[in-house]
């Protein structure tokens, strides 16, 4: 038995080693449309992503993320939570699994996905590089306590961000508590009602800031916040900067970099 393994390992280790390019096979993550696939070298830099992963930095190819690292498509506090997540499975030496990130969709709105990363050796068992991959929520392997009404939850706040929303109102729509409800979301997405209520408005103006020249007063009101100085606030909470400090290095409208 041990003797047929060994033929097999050794065909198939034969098989890959045969192929011209064995990374192609990650380009199949291309055809994941809610996807994001990317693979990072111990240091932080991209060495492949797919084209949702793309999108997301706001550029138009690979090419554009090959060698550079978070910091160069994300606001600092965002970059930092990523590079730091990153760190924990390279000195872990083991995989990351379900943890949860808040992901914009095309509009800018947050999505709740599951995030796995796993380390890649290399034939002395260093860790050389990482590989990523995150999906919906609703398309992962979640536990089933408590998701459908924490869904209402997610779903209401995502469709109402510009109104006012409370936590209260957040209670009604999973019939509980709102010590129950506080207690069940957090646990459930590591993120309280009123965090998760601030990211979702944070991220939506992130996203006009990016793509309109719409005044930020009026990018307020539009988000649920009450003036520019609460979105400011929130924002610098969320990102490290503020909203004019974002616009100016992340719009293409206003070629400043941010320093």
Partial sequence: MTQDLQKIEK????????????????DLFNYLPQVYMYVKAADGRYLRANRVVWRVMGVESESDIVGKTDFDFFPPAIATQYVEEDRRVIA???????QIWLVPDSHGVPQIYSCNKIPLFNKRRK???????????LDSDAPEGGHSRLLKVVQFVTANYGQELVVA???????????QLHR????????TPNAYIREVRVGVARHLLETTQQQIASIAADTGFYDQSHLTRQFKTSTGITPTQYRRTYSPFEQVTFK
Avoid at 11 to 26: E, H
Avoid at 127 to 137: D, F, H, I, Q
């Fill in 127 to 137: 860790v050389v590089a990482l590989a990523g991959v995150k999906r919906p929520y």
């Fill in 11 to 26: 065909w198939r280790t034969g098989v890959f080693d045969s192929i011209q390019n064995p990374l192609g096979c990650l």
């Fill in 169 to 179: 109102d957040l209670a009604k729509q999973a019939k509980l508590s709102q010590s």
């Fill in 184 to 191: 069940e979301f957090t646990r459930l997405f590591g993120i």
């Fill in 92 to 98: 872990a030496c083991e995989p990351l699994t379900d």
